[in-house]
């Protein structure tokens, strides 16, 4: 796809999809809507099992900016790289099948990177579960306040380290992205590994609040499934992280240490959801968890960064986790 040096540049929205026969078209209905119109979608069909196929094809019949990567199942991140390695776009973002984005939303990242000389733009995001709550929020007017700029060390503190971790609602310029890709080993957390890997090589990242970004609270999404033994990534993606993260900056130690216990508590709730059992089955996990726990715990500080619920938590699946598993399942299922 030629630059037409009358237009502006090419930004490429990188969409993947597994199982998206529900959500995919107006996706990409609202990605052709943008106000931003150099835009070519790559969609990745990840080995999708239902009709997604059949929705790509009709897709590309209708748009010419439009083609689709097809791959077998290999996860997200796979998918997210096949799209990157397709991309011809002197900008990048990613855009999952069952969100959406608001009409304005590339132009604003767009204006906010070129204005600041940005790496990276990010906006906020609106979280939706009906078609009605989304076409409500269209109609709402959204002002835009002055943009936030950061060098890397000052996003790791005030914005990733605090929850802006995900890859997506982001323009990136194709340039600083180069061979960086998605981590294809973990499905929890590849986003934020993506970010953190990148941090030291960008010069400066904005963000402005403006909710461009529709994200769909999908019930079938993987955070909601049963546990399985690759949740344990949940812990493993902060450890990766830390260990980049120390390197940027030294100062966020107790944070680092405090979203690893987060990530521990979290699994540790989701195996708590299994049925006695089950849990029985899978007693090597909570073991870890127990351990990974007891030795997060000795960094001075680490506990006191948590929110107070959390501390509860920590403190009764330390002195007693077959019992907090039960009790948690109890409070669930009652």
């Known amino acids: 796809m030629d630059q037409d040096e009358n237009k502006k540049p090419l930004i490429s929205v990188i969409v993947p999809v597994y199982n998206g026969q529900d959500y995919l078209e107006d996706c990409i209905k609202s990605i052709q809507a943008q106000t931003y119109e150099n835009l070519e979608i790559i969609v990745v069909n990840d080995g999708s099992t239902d009709d997604t196929a ?9 748009y010419e900016n439009l083609h689709v990567i097809t791959t077998e199942d290999r996860g997200v991140s796979a998918a997210r790289n096949a799209g990157i390695d397709g991309a011809e776009g002197i900008f990048l973002t990613f855009v999952d099948a069952d969100d959406r984005l608001r009409p304005k939303t590339l132009q604003v990242l767009y204006e906010n990177i070129m ?10 995001f609106f979280c939706w579960e009906k078609a ?6 269209l109609k709402e007017k959204c002002r835009i306040h002055r943009p936030m700029e950061y060098t890397a060390p000052e996003f790791l503190r005030e914005q990733l380290l605090q929850g802006n971790s995900r890859c997506w609602s982001k323009l990136y310029r194709r340039s600083v992205v180069g061979d960086f890709r998605f981590p294809e080993e973990i499905s929890i957390g590849e986003d934020m590994l993506f970010l953190i890997r990148l941090l030291p090589f960008l010069r400066k990242i904005v963000e402005v609040d403006y909710p461009g970004y529709g994200y769909f609270q999908n019930p079938a999404g993987a955070m909601n499934r049963e546990f399985t033994p690759r949740y344990m990534d949940q812990i493993t993606c902060w450890e990766l992280a830390r260990e980049e993260a120390l390197k940027l900056d030294r100062t966020t130690e107790v944070r680092l240490a405090s979203l690893v216990i987060v990530g521990i508590m979290l699994t540790a709730g ?3 959801m299994l049925s006695f059992w089950e849990r029985q089955k899978h007693k090597e996990y909570i073991k870890v968890c127990h351990e990974k726990l007891k030795e997060e715990m000795q960094t001075v500080g680490a506990y006191e960064e948590l929110p107070k619920a959390y501390q509860l938590k920590t403190q009764m699946f330390l002195a007693m986790p077959g019992i907090y598993l039960a009790l948690y399942h109890l409070r669930k299922y009652r």
């Open 270 to 272: 989701k195996l708590a």
């Open 54 to 62: 059949a929705v790509c094809v009709r897709l590309t019949e209708i």
């Open 115 to 124: 204005g600041t000389g940005s790496d990276v733009a990010g906006c906020g």
């Open 132 to 137: 009605e709550e989304w076409e409500a929020f």
